[in-house]
């Protein structure tokens, strides 16, 4: 048998493609970086392995359609919105910055429908976004044996995934009660309102897309909150480069997918760092006889 044939015959071992690495303590803002360019890495993963686009299409038609009718209703009516802060003003020096305020407010508009949609598509498209991630953890993590698991354990373990979702939710409502609040200084308000909504729409869809692989290891709900505070550079880095891709043009089509992939990559690079101080609760069997594959971690 020939060179070439022997090669042919060999099993196709597919390498570890190019992502986030967090094998070194870095500065916050060097971390920050890695967080907010892991996006576009997930958007050339995804483009350049088309198998996997059936996990896309349909959730992103889908996610699309949600967040297109969302930002649509709030967008026709900002002007009622702004209304509701600041009436129309008479004076003509006065009008310029009413607008400047519909502006800001429409933007918040769109970033809060963008949550919404992430929210809903969480428990909608849980199971293609599962799949997703967890195909995303194998390639980059090795296989991981999977264990039988009874109807019961299933539904545990989906029951907690909707209670950490809806907590998740709880707790962006909770912070934008005095984001909300901020549009009430005159002035300088909804301007500090935009920013602050801004980071804490940022700080929510990290937690939200690194949830997944943290669900299929059976982290508590505060375990994951803490993960987010401990890596908050990189994890809000990987936020607001979610958020600038919403708004590039096609690209913010299949942004949910390419946001699971992000937050898998950034959660797996975290963890082979050894970055993520909490047990894996999945059986014994299933974690020991994991075996990366034989290439350099994210080169």
């Known amino acids: 048998m020939t060179r070439e044939e022997q090669s042919a015959a060999r099993p196709r071992v597919e390498s570890r ?40 299409v349909l959730g992103g038609l889908l996610n699309t359609i ?9 967008v026709t009516h900002v002007d009622e919105l702004t209304a509701l802060i600041w009436q129309p003003p008479e004076r003509a020096a006065l009008e310029a910055l009413w607008w400047a305020l519909a502006v800001v407010l429409a933007i ?16 909608v498209m849980a199971p293609f976004n599962d799949r997703l991630s967890g195909r995303v953890e194998e390639i980059f993590r090795g296989p991981a044996p999977t264990t039988p698991m009874g109807v019961g354990a299933a539904a545990r373990d989906a029951a907690i995934g909707l209670s950490h979702e809806i907590l998740n939710l709880v707790l962006y409502l909770v912070l934008m009660v005095p984001v909300v609040a901020l549009h009430l200084i005159p002035a300088i308000g909804s301007i ?9 729409t940022a700080c929510m869809l990290a937690l ?16 994951k909150v803490s993960l987010l505070r401990r890596e908050l550079p990189a994890l809000f880095g990987l936020g607001v480069g979610i958020q600038f891709l ?8 299949m942004l949910i997918p390419v946001a699971v992939v992000a937050g898998t990559m950034v959660f797996c690079a975290l963890d082979s760092a050894g970055r993520v101080p909490f047990s894996d609760r999945r059986e014994p069997s299933r974690t020991a006889s994991r075996t990366p594959p034989d290439t350099k971690p994210f080169d």
């Open 192 to 200: 500090a309102s935009a920013v602050t909504a801004f980071v804490a």
């Open 208 to 223: 939200q897309f690194t949830d997944y692989p943290q669900s299929r290891r059976r982290f508590r709900w505060r375990e």
């Open 17 to 56: 493609p190019a992502g986030p690495e967090f094998e070194r303590r870095r500065g916050r803002w060097a971390e920050f970086r890695v967080g907010f360019f892991a996006p576009l890495f997930a958007l050339g993963f995804l483009l350049g392995r088309p198998r996997m686009w059936k996990f896309t």
């Open 108 to 123: 918040a508009t769109v970033m809060l429908a963008f949550v919404l949609t992430v929210m809903l598509a969480a428990i």
């Open 66 to 74: 949600v967040f297109a009718a969302l930002a649509w209703w709030g």
């Open 246 to 253: 919403l708004w590039i043009p096609f690209v913010n089509f």
